[in-house]
């Protein structure tokens, strides 16, 4: 599953604070109980995207025959996707948001 959507409060030219959202998401996820928090950071038109996930339902939910993974993404502008999946798929939706272009 992909969900994605454009918050309008950075649409007033507003640059928003990743690294101020990555160590809140970071957090959180360990406070939640994920082992080993992942992160992968893109490029997608001019806005600097950076993903964090890991395996919540294996780590969190108890759920060890699971190889889902969740990655929650943030852009500096107005961008926020999430992916919950395959691992295996994750190359697969890192390659669709480095295709995604601002209208």
Not at 18 to 33: D, T
Not at 59 to 80: K, P, Q, V
Request: hydrophobic fraction near 35%.
């Amino acid at each position: 599953m992909i969900n994605v959507n454009s918050n309008s409060a950075a649409s007033s030219g507003t640059v928003r604070n990743l690294e101020s959202w990555e160590s809140q998401w970071r957090k959180w996820l360990e406070r939640k109980g994920v082992r080993d928090v992942e992160e992968h950071d893109m490029m997608v038109s001019d806005e600097k995207v950076v993903c964090l996930g890991g395996s919540e339902l294996r780590d969190a939910e108890h759920l060890e025959n699971t190889n889902i993974i969740s990655m929650h993404c943030m852009s500096s502008d107005s961008l926020g996707l999430a992916f919950i999946g395959q691992r295996s798929d994750l190359p697969e939706f890192y390659s669709l948001v480095a295709q995604i272009r601002k209208w």
